[in-house]
């Protein structure tokens, strides 16, 4: 009798404390783009064993402006000339219980009901959202509730998650979510998915929405939410990550999160098979984001990265200087795809490793003006031409921390210092293209400097 009062208890008992922020900032260059609108910022906790979850979702939904007429998957469409603009916020609180239907060698199939509380309106959420952007000193988000309080609703929500498992601890998945809250909300979600069933899952999901409020700025957003999105989810046990990108309008949103407890988990990591970096730089007076997978061979590897812009700083300037009503803003996407090779400089279990990396790839070059807040105005925004540039990449750096000294279940983790210079073949039609745009034009030439940092987290799988 003593084991199955063991057992049970070991099943109850939380092992996992997840702590995250979502933000629009953390799209996918390539796949999207930071709208600053809509679900622009989020909190996330979960406390959860095997058995069961504990969830607070809290998140700020806001519209600089819209009009009826305008589609977020036509930016060509137009509007009726009148503008509207709004905000919301919702609080999520809610119990999930995990249930394994099948389970062997070949299949598996989980059910994970949930009921909860979903609280909508005015939380207050504009001045956390504000004081953070104060704190980075950039441009506040001034515009008005469409709720003077506040309304508590019943939430219900099934996910239904099942798959095929194939060789390596990877398979290939399906699944089917829906949630619903009375009188505000139903959001029915389908996806396919393929993964490693411990660190990686990639989806493509299709959503069917109906916004019930009445709210324009609810109405806004559900538009777009609805249809074909990717999605990928990285777990390296300590951190998490996950990337929204919908396909239809190319809005973007990310979520970072840490889970504490693993921490107290005793890692089981011997060598790593793969490596995910993540890093930011400066470059051209702008901060971006680089995704990189590598391949390791022996003291080397051949990678496959992804760089693009960590933030519109192109709307802080504008913002701060002009009245939107009547200042049009520019977005600024400059992506770039490269293809590398890594190579580390002697013992890699010492504390400090050099390395060097050699890359080629394509830069792209895009400025997109946003006329959507404007009054006086029917037109959503208009899309210059993409430019691009064939470019050679150069970095040098330091790995720092051995193999051995951080690690989290099957992972670890290198911090990076870096600086680099990129190569571009025409930087006198980039500066022409980018000269009555943006304030980057001065700075590009043949070569870019580039320094930053980073975190290089190896996958036993």
């Known amino acids: 009798m003593l084991f199955p009062l063991c057992a049970v208890s070991k099943l109850l008992i939380p092992n996992s404390l997840v702590i995250g922020m979502g933000n629009d900032k953390w799209d996918i ?19 959860s064993a095997p058995l069961w979850s504990l969830n607070l979702n809290m ?15 036509n930016e060509h469409a137009i509007g ?25 060698d070949s299949f598996f ?14 939380q207050g959420y504009e001045k956390i959202q504000n004081n953070f952007h104060k704190l980075l000193q950039i441009a506040t988000v001034e515009i008005p509730y469409e709720a003077t309080g506040n309304e508590i609703k019943l939430q219900l929500s099934s996910q239904l998650d099942g798959g095929i498992r194939l060789p390596l601890k990877s398979y290939l998945g399906f699944g089917a979510k829906i949630q619903y809250i009375p009188t505000f909300s139903s959001i029915t979600m389908l996806y396919l998915s393929i993964g490693n069933l411990e660190n990686f899952k990639l989806s493509l999901s299709y959503s069917f929405v109906t916004a019930k409020s ?14 074909p999105a990717l999605e990928l989810s990285i777990d390296s046990g300590f951190m998490k990550l996950s990337f929204h990108s919908n396909l239809l309008t190319n809005n973007g949103y990310g979520i970072v999160s840490f889970d504490v407890l693993s921490l107290f988990e005793e890692a089981y990591w011997k060598n790593s098979d793969i490596y995910l970096t993540f890093k930011e730089f400066k470059q051209i007076n702008s901060y ?23 933030d519109n700083q192109s709307f802080v300037s504008i913002e701060q200087k ?36 050699l890359k080629g790839g394509i830069m ?57 210079l990129t190569l571009i073949h025409n930087p006198s039609e980039v500066k022409a293209y980018l000269e009555d745009l943006t304030d980057n034009s001065e700075r590009i030439n043949y070569l870019l400097p580039r320094i930053g940092f980073g975190v290089e987290i190896g996958f036993d799988l």
């Open 29 to 47: 260059g390539l796949l999207s783009y930071n709208a600053d609108d809509q679900l622009t910022f989020s909190e996330h906790v979960r406390l």
């Open 364 to 420: 792209l070059w895009q400025v997109i003006i946003q006329r959507n807040m404007l009054v006086n105005n029917n037109i959503q925004k208009e899309v210059y031409p993409m430019i691009y540039s064939l470019a050679l990449d150069l970095e040098l750096g330091l790995k720092l921390f051995n193999q051995y000294a951080v690690r989290t279940k099957n992972t670890e983790a290198k911090l990076i210092i870096f600086a680099g």
């Open 322 to 357: 002009q009245d939107t009503n009547y200042k049009e803003r520019y977005r600024k996407s400059f992506p770039s795809i490269f293809v590398g090779y890594d190579y580390s400089f002697g013992n890699t279990n010492l504390i400090l490793t050099p390395y060097i990396n």
């Open 109 to 122: 199939l989980n059910l994970k009901p949930e009921a909860g509380i979903s609280i909508v309106g005015n």
């Open 80 to 104: 009726d000339g009148i503008k509207f603009d709004g905000r919301y916020d919702v609080t999520e609180i809610s119990l999930t219980l995990f249930m394994n239907i099948v389970n062997n």
């Open 288 to 310: 971006f984001y680089e995704i990189m997978f590598s391949y390791p061979i022996d003291k080397a590897s051949i990678s496959l990265s992804i760089r693009y812009l960590s």
């Open 214 to 227: 009445q709210w324009k700025t609810q109405e806004v957003y559900y538009e777009h939410l609805k249809g």
């Open 59 to 73: 998140m700020a939904i806001s519209n600089r402006g819209w009009q009826d007429g305008w589609l977020p998957e």
